[in-house]
């Protein structure tokens, strides 16, 4: 299985921007990167994925490395509500299988 | 669009006592995912349906865990006999083309 690694937790400030790290050192060339969250007592929630290039939504943006061997999940402004669990996740595009590490848990502060 | 349901949100069992769990997924959505989450854990795929057919299992444990889902829209996991470990959050998750799984609440299930 394909696998990531992430710290374990992080902390921001209200209103700040927040850079979520994820290293994913053995991906293959048809895994996608996927960052999920997950809301205290919730299942989790899709937040943005990319396979290359830098992606943006209305959530938040991804900037995926050259080499595809790490990634960062970019909130820009975070607010006390984005205080999850982040799950970076590589889905085998073969089989659609997502593969969820431990996570890091964001506590922002106001 | 109503999300993915599940029921019952919460259950308590002895141990070696039988527990199922039911999903209904997005309207439309083919593949279904039953994952296990144990406390402070990310959630762990134990199986994997491509509408009513399995696409991976390979992590649920056969000789206790078993699920399907009949005419691939509702599913049922079930677990006999239960032991402590099995003590966790049953998610169920539905997705359309791979992209996005959308999960439901949960079920958070205790075993005494």
């Known amino acids: 299985d394909a696998k990531t690694t992430q710290p374990n937790s992080m902390e921001s400030n209200e209103e700040e921007p927040v850079h979520l790290p994820c290293n994913h050192s053995?991906?293959?060339?048809?895994?996608?990167i996927h960052w999920y969250r997950q809301l205290p007592s919730q299942g989790p929630e899709y937040v943005i994925h990319?396979?290359?290039s830098n992606v943006n939504n209305r959530m938040a943006s991804l900037a995926i490395a050259e080499d595809r061997k790490s990634s960062t999940l970019i909130l820009h402004r975070a607010t006390l509500r984005d205080a999850a669990v982040y799950y970076c996740?590589?889905?085998?595009?073969?089989?659609?299988?997502?593969?969820f590490g431990s996570g890091t848990k964001l506590n922002v502060k106001p | 669009e109503a999300g993915v349901a599940q029921s019952p949100r919460y259950k308590i069992i002895e141990k070696r006592q039988s527990v199922a769990f039911w999903c209904n997924p997005i309207?439309?959505?083919?593949?279904l995912y039953w994952y296990q989450q144990i406390l402070g854990q990310g959630p762990k795929l134990l199986i994997q349906?491509?509408?009513?057919?399995?696409?991976?299992d390979s992590q649920l444990p056969k000789d206790r865990f078993s699920a399907e889902r009949l005419k691939g829209v509702d599913s049922t996991l079930k677990i006999q006999p239960a032991k402590l470990e099995d003590s966790a959050v049953y998610l169920c998750?539905?997705?359309?083309?791979?992209?996005?799984?959308?999960f439901g609440p949960g079920t958070r299930l205790t075993v005494t």
């Open positions: 349906f491509q509408n009513n057919g399995v696409v991976d």
């Open positions: 309207s439309g959505h083919a593949t």
């Open positions: 998750a539905s997705s359309l083309r791979g992209f996005e799984q959308y």
């Open positions: 990319g396979l290359t």
């Open positions: 996740i590589l889905r085998d595009n073969n089989f659609n299988k997502f593969y």
């Open positions: 053995t991906i293959s060339g048809t895994d996608y």
